[in-house]
């Protein structure tokens, strides 16, 4: 727990990427990035936003202007050194693009020390220690969009193509004290990677401010970690994450909502099941936003399958217990085709009893809670009805808002008052098909075709709690004499689980050190 001087809720990629934008500019000392995926040419100023630009809008240019033009500056980027499965999806030779075409000032490095088969999901940027950004958006291709969710914009992909559609994501920006614990937390994770001892220097700073596009209450902010367990770098388990969204769970008297880009976690499933099957207590209003499938195949044909199971099985559970269970998806018509084209949900938030809101980088399934490294913040009030409430009811019905596609205070007051009917009440939003807002079908690839369905998977492994192979196989070689023979062996493993290329204890180019 660490206190927040002033915090923000910056909702889709345009509020952000125009946000890091600015804050970059002003940047002295440092800019540490870290995240799942990145684009050096990605443009953070697009449209109008362009109007502010004072030289190169895109992100690797962007840096190394900066950095020329202030020889005090570092940046540090550290990306997952991601799973040779999704090597078609990303930018290729990156390390020498931004290690060789920029500054030298502008240091990248691949993370290579997740455990086998997890991913570097963490995405966070601090700048001179006086401001952070942290959440569910990477600085990659074909995140942008705004909050209006158009079903065709030029300006949603820098490659012109546009494979998502709308996209709908969700960041918190901080100042104060608890920059300096995430901070921490990037230095601990480039020297995990391999990066060798960082200090990153706190500047003491006059000109700190952020237009945040939802206000979050200053004060007390919880930061919850996932980490999975591994013996090259030792690193214990963490799984701060799962215990934040179980013991809120556990805690709901009245509602909980939910968005999210996936649900698969079992745990999570069952906190759910065993809050509605707990009879002496008040019956619950159960609100999940999700995408209407999975993005990829392998996705849809993994956690799709265990995220319809999971949902059904809550339907069930609700209707049983007496319990409110609404899943719904937000879409826009194409009234050039005459379909809906349908907003991809990638924010991680929950909200309960508007008490208490979580927002970060952990998707609610399994390798989120146990497997990857994830990062969580969260607000809790102190009292009913005090500014911490406030802000977080803002929040939620602003995004719930959203997804409705509801303009206007009229209903904006009609969202924030259904409090014991709000599954009802969206039900009739989403059945009128008026607004974006729709009922989720709950179905699955195999569920469209009975070809299909007599193919349908038990379960697969893309979605593990844990290490496909087992850390504990290496404890032996991780204590043996010779260690190049261990480290081999687990290099090979992870070759053949497909998540890593680097090896995760040495750096691949050196970088320019700030002595701060």
């Given amino acids: 727990m660490e206190e927040a001087s002033d915090a923000g809720v910056l909702v889709d990629a345009r509020d952000y990427y125009r946000e890091l934008y600015r804050a970059a500019q002003k940047a002295r000392r440092y800019i540490a990035i870290t995240g799942w995926q990145f684009d050096s040419d990605v443009a953070l100023l697009r449209g109008e936003d362009l109007r502010e630009a004072r030289g190169e809008s895109r992100l690797l240019p962007m840096l190394d202007e900066l950095c020329r033009a202030n020889p005090e500056l570092r940046v540090y980027v550290l990306a997952w050194d991601f799973s040779l499965l999704l090597a078609m999806e990303r930018e290729w030779m990156q390390r020498l693009i931004f290690n060789w075409t920029a500054n030298g000032q502008v240091c ?9 088969y997890g991913a570097h999901h963490q995405k966070l940027v601090v700048i001179d220690g006086a401001l952070a950004f942290t959440g569910g958006m990477d600085v990659c291709d074909c995140r942008w969009d705004d909050r209006e969710h158009r079903v065709h914009s030029e300006l949603r992909c820098d490659s012109g193509r546009d494979p998502h559609g709308p996209y709908h994501d969700v960041q918190s920006v901080l100042t104060g004290p608890v920059v300096d614990r995430l901070a921490e937390l990037f ?4 020297a995990h990677s391999g990066g060798g001892e960082l200090r990153l220097p706190r500047v003491s700073r006059d000109d700190v401010d952020f237009t945040p596009g939802l206000p979050a209450p200053p004060g007390p902010v919880a930061i919850s970690r996932t980490f999975g367990k591994t013996l090259l770098p030792p690193q214990p388990a963490v799984q701060e994450v799962a215990m934040l ?14 968005e999210n880009q996936y649900f698969s976690s079992r745990a999570i499933f069952q906190a759910l099941v065993k809050r509605m099957r707990s009879s002496w207590r008040g019956r619950l209003q159960i609100v999940l936003v999700l995408p209407r499938q999975p993005e990829a195949l392998r996705e849809q044909l993994a956690m799709g399958i265990a995220q319809v199971r999971l949902l059904r099985t809550l339907e069930r559970v609700a209707h049983e217990t007496g319990h409110a269970f609404g899943v719904y ?15 991809y949900i990638h924010s991680k938030v929950m909200v309960v009893d508007d008490r208490f809101l979580t927002l970060g980088s952990a998707n609610t399934t399994n390798r989120s809670l146990g497997l990857d490294s994830e990062l969580n913040l969260s607000w809790e009030a102190e009292a009913p009805n005090d500014a911490t409430t406030r802000a977080i009811r803002r929040i939620r019905v602003s995004l719930m808002a959203e997804h409705a596609g509801l303009e206007g205070m009229a209903a904006l007051r009609l969202l924030a008052a259904a409090d014991s009917g709000l599954v009802e009440w969206l039900d009739d939003v989403a059945v009128m098909g008026l607004r974006r807002l729709r009922v989720h079908p709950m179905s699955t690839v195999f569920d469209q075709s009975p070809l299909l369905k007599s193919l349908e998977p038990e379960e697969l492994i893309i979605d593990p709690e844990q290490s496909v192979l087992d850390e504990s196989l290496f404890e032996a070689l991780h204590r043996a004499e010779d260690g190049l023979f261990a480290s081999g062996v687990r290099l090979l493993s992870r070759w053949l689980v497909g998540t ?3 090896r995760p204890h040495r750096a691949i180019l050196p970088c320019a050190q700030d002595d701060g």
């Avoid at 990248?108 to 086998?116: E, H, I, Q, Y």
């Avoid at 230095?187 to 480039?190: D, H, I, V």
């Avoid at 969204?245 to 939910?258: G, K, Q, T, V």
């Fill in 245 to 258: 969204y179980l013991d809120a769970i556990a805690s709901a008297e009245r509602f909980i909502y939910i």
């Fill in 108 to 116: 990248f490095r691949f993370d290579a020390s997740s455990p086998l």
């Fill in 500 to 502: 890593g290329t680097e």
């Fill in 329 to 343: 998806c937000s879409a826009g018509h194409d009234a050039r085709t005459g379909e809906d084209i349908y907003t």
């Fill in 187 to 190: 230095e601990a994770r480039w």
